[in-house]
């Protein structure tokens, strides 16, 4: 739940007037669910390949997805991500990717460079681009692999842990179109605003209680990385 609501809040609140978003993946909605609370955004566009996933979550998850898949915003197109990426001519302030585990037969193919290049096209002017990177059923090359392969388009990329008291198994990495300047006082006003309650109950409800301790998650940056991804392969 903490990942699946970071991927959501984090970069709808780093951008600073986010209106559109693509979400790569429904999975059980939680991410674009999160999104579906910020007041500011007017259309979430979710890519699924699997036609049966939205309606067995519509039941299962509603409650936790805040029924993202009814919300008049929400637009589900049913295309693979690579394919939808490379040839739609829309573009967005956020994309999200939060694709099954690399390792899995076909979703490699959304941790390339190609496909990153292809996001990167698509993001408006200063849109931000946002990429789960799994810690568990993998290995410490792979990780250096994906995260060095995504600086490759977004190399003032920061990186962000899910982790609870020093332990966590994933994180979220997030490139911007622009220069990576955030300002912490702007995201606690826009928390502290009255349409800000339903994401300041969400973000309570995974243990981070202010846009601080949201933004404590932080672990480094691309500059940070460069020792570290010395040996990585693109």
Same mark, same amino acid.
């Given at each position: ?102 390792? /899995? ?27 789960? /990177? ?64 339903? /994401? ?35």
């Amino acid at each position: 739940m903490r990942i699946q609501r970071m991927l959501g809040h984090l970069p709808a609140l780093l951008h600073p007037h986010p209106r559109s978003v693509l979400v790569v993946g429904f999975g059980a909605g939680v991410t674009a669910g999160s999104l579906v609370i910020h007041p500011e955004i007017e259309h979430i566009r979710i890519c699924e390949l699997e036609h049966l996933v939205p309606k067995a979550n519509s039941v299962f998850f509603r409650e936790e997805n805040n029924d993202v898949g009814s919300n008049p915003r929400t637009e589900i197109v049913y295309d693979d991500a690579r394919h939808y990426i490379l040839t739609t001519k829309d573009s967005f302030d956020i994309i999200t990717s939060d694709p099954i585990a690399p390792w /899995v037969r076909g979703s490699a193919n959304l941790y390339t460079t190609e496909y990153y290049e292809q996001c990167k096209r698509h993001l408006a002017p200063g849109g931000v681009m946002v990429q789960w /990177v799994p810690f568990y059923e993998t290995d410490a090359a792979s990780v250096k692999n994906e995260i060095a392969t995504f600086l490759r388009f977004f190399p003032d990329a920061t990186l962000w842990s899910n982790d609870i008291d020093g332990e966590g198994y994933d994180s979220v990495i997030i490139g911007m179109n622009d220069s990576p300047t955030i300002d912490v006082d702007e995201i606690q006003h826009r928390l502290e605003r009255p349409d800000y309650r339903a /994401v300041v109950r969400s973000l309570s409800e995974i243990g981070l209680n202010s846009g601080l301790e949201l933004l404590a998650t932080y672990a480094g940056g691309g500059p940070d990385l460069q020792a570290y991804l010395g040996d990585a392969q693109i």
